[in-house]
């Protein structure tokens, strides 16, 4: 493998544990570490959509909007599928599928909450920096699925 290659793979690799790392810090809940994923400052303005979301812009409110995820999430966890990497320069795009399990807080006496399935697809854009790949913008769009009920609608006469 040729020099630029050995680069090209190594850079893939950095950005596939970058946007691992941004997952798992959401699963921990630690909010000082999911800050740590994103650029830094307000001069290349981030975006986030989280699904249902309008666009949130500016480091400011992108955190927030993640601390007040984690305020009202009892649990999460996501398994990635379908993951893509393709870069350019000091850009990388990263596409997944995020099948997430999160849960509520807790009804009266148990210890956890129902716990909620969902589907989103999702564009992770990240730049290169002096401290790594870092987000620049997360985009989750929730996956629509059809239940067997809609399939029952559709055949019956």
């Given at each position: 493998?040729?020099?630029?290659h050995a680069q090209a793979a ?86 997944c599928t995020e099948n997430i ?57």
């Amino acid at each position: 493998m040729n020099e630029e290659h050995a680069q090209a793979a190594a850079d893939i690799a950095e950005v596939e544990a970058a946007n691992t790392a941004f997952y798992e810090a959401m699963e921990r809940g630690d909010h000082e570490e999911l800050s740590r994923s994103w650029l830094p400052g307000e001069d290349l303005a981030v975006s986030c959509v989280h699904p249902g979301w309008p666009v949130l812009t500016g480091r400011g409110e992108v955190l927030r909007s993640y601390a007040l995820i984690m305020a009202n999430t009892e649990y999460i966890q996501f398994f990635l599928t379908d993951v893509n990497i393709a870069m350019t320069g000091d850009t990388a795009l990263v596409t997944c599928t995020e099948n997430i399990l999160s849960g509520g807080p807790a009804e009266e006496g148990d210890a956890l909450g129902p716990l909620v399935g969902q589907l989103v697809v999702a564009t992770n854009v990240f730049r290169r920096t002096a401290d790594g790949w870092k987000l620049w913008s997360h985009h989750g769009s929730p996956v629509l699925a059809e239940s067997d009920e809609d399939d029952e609608e559709e055949t019956s006469p």
